[in-house]
């Protein structure tokens, strides 16, 4: 059980960071045609596709951060939490 919880925690984590770098990738302006920020893009929307549109602000920026904000920040908790566990 406890290597379960370890995996499930590294996956949340790194759910959580291909999340912000889609996110600092979106909001810095990155090139959509580049190979890397398309990867990152398509696993973002991947992840994030239980909560996208869930709001709808009219500013890109504020739509960026509520369509992948929002699941970073589920992830992130879940991913401590699970390390929490871990070690109690």
């Given at each position: ?83 929490r566990r871990e070690w109690a």
């Open positions: 059980m406890r290597a379960l919880v370890h995996v499930l925690r590294i996956a949340a984590g790194v759910a959580t960071l291909i999340l912000a770098v889609w996110i600092v990738l979106d909001l810095s302006g990155a090139n959509p045609g580049n190979p890397i920020a398309d990867w990152f893009h398509d696993a973002a929307d991947w992840l994030s596709g239980w909560s996208r549109g869930l709001f709808s602000p009219d500013s890109s920026t504020a739509r960026t951060l509520a369509d992948y904000g929002i699941p970073a920040v589920v992830y992130g908790a879940v991913a401590y939490a699970l390390g």
